[in-house]
């Protein structure tokens, strides 16, 4: 029965411990769900670091899948953005220079779309397709 007991704790303290230091849903700002696709030069970018951030708060991000594709996260399990207006940078995610093992990576997004990039987008409530066909010229 003890050894019960303590199992039962082992198991539940931690999982309420990690619900309670989640933000809870009325601590969070109105957010839309947004997903889209990324392309350089009209082909599929894959790998690349989607960061849409707004004037004030919490960014979100997401990376590319194989076909280009993203859906953007705010906080871990939540899905989406801040409504309103973003900047938004992609780029080739960092790599651990630390780290020797770590393969070296070029970066293949044009620089006007990493530091003080071009994109906007505006979030809307609800769901949100926004693509971005990125030029290298």
């Known amino acids: 029965m003890r050894r019960r007991l ?3 704790l082992f198991l539940v303290i931690p999982g309420l411990l990690l619900s309670a230091c989640r933000s ?3 601590d969070q700002p109105q957010l839309g769900k947004v997903k ?3 392309t350089l030069d009209s082909s599929p970018l894959e790998g690349v670091l989607v960061q849409f951030t707004p004037e004030e708060g919490r960014g ?3 990376l590319t899948d194989k076909d280009g594709r993203y ?5 871990y399990p939540t899905m989406g953005a801040k409504v309103g207006p973003h900047t938004v940078t992609i780029s080739t995610p960092p790599v651990d220079d ?3 093992e770590a393969p070296k990576v ?3 997004v044009p620089e006007k779309y990493r530091k003080n990039s071009i994109l906007k987008a505006d979030v809307k409530a609800g769901e949100n397709d926004i693509s971005f066909d990125l030029q290298t010229r």
């Open 98 to 100: 630390s780290d020797p």
């Open 60 to 62: 979100s991000q997401s």
């Open 106 to 108: 070029k970066e293949v």
């Open 71 to 75: 859906e953007l996260m705010y906080v």
């Open 36 to 38: 889209g696709l990324v």
């Open 6 to 8: 303590k199992t039962a």
């Open 24 to 26: 809870r849903p009325d």
